[in-house]
């Protein structure tokens, strides 16, 4: 069946790193466009970062030039490096897969604080 398996969640201090991982598996990966959203407790879901199958990136404003997305098509992999952690970046993180089908995974939370 279809999954999506996010992992690399934690607990950070301000400025530092984490690099979250996405297993997918179920589907053709390599035909997909993938994703990773983020939503913080009383907001809504938002895009952080694309890779098209292509690996044309796009990031949210709020991300560029912190956060890193790419992709491993023979291992079905997408990641998200995330450098210079703010606490506004505390979030459940989820990863996406889209093309003829939508899929989600159920999400790693990522908590920055000092």
């Known amino acids: 069946q279809v999954q999506l398996v996010e992992s690399g969640g934690g607990l950070v201090q301000p400025g530092g790193s984490l690099r979250l991982s996405c297993a997918a598996s179920?589907?053709?990966?390599?035909?997909?466009?993938m994703s990773w959203y983020r939503q913080a407790p009383g907001k809504e879901r938002e895009l952080v970062a694309t890779i098209s199958t292509g690996r044309n990136t796009n990031y949210a404003d709020s991300v560029k030039g912190r956060f890193t997305i790419s992709r491993d098509n023979v291992k079905m992999m997408v990641y998200l490096q995330m450098n210079n952690l703010k606490p506004e970046d505390t979030a459940v993180y989820y990863c996406?897969?889209?093309?003829?089908?939508?899929?989600w995974g159920r999400g790693t939370q990522v908590t920055v604080s000092s």
């Open positions: 179920g589907f053709t990966f390599s035909v997909y466009a």
């Open positions: 996406k897969g889209t093309w003829s089908q939508v899929y």
